[in-house]
């Protein structure tokens, strides 16, 4: 499962057969979530974060939206 990027203990990733819409899936310590990066950044699971580790990680894949949905694009290119 390709990882996308590491910060500040997040690690947001996809796995190799994916589905649309895109998204990505984020870790931090025990929990999880699943974060659509496209049309719009929206949460849309969420599995053991804490509501300020959601804010955190919704805040990250803001700010790294285009480049999450550059390598999602370069990925799965047939």
């Not at 203990?9 to 057969?17: A, D, K, L, N």
């Not at 699943?34 to 804010?55: A, C, D, F, S, Y």
């Amino acid at each position: 499962m390709p990882t996308f990027l590491q910060l500040f203990g997040f690690r947001f990733y996809i796995y190799s057969e994916e589905h649309e819409p895109k998204h990505v899936h984020v870790d931090y310590g025990d929990g999880w979530a699943k974060i659509e990066i496209e049309p719009t950044v929206r949460l849309v699971e969420n599995h053991g974060l804490k509501q300020r580790e959601i804010k955190k990680a919704v805040g990250l894949a803001e700010l790294y939206q285009d480049e999450f949905i550059a390598c999602w694009k370069d990925y799965f290119k047939k």
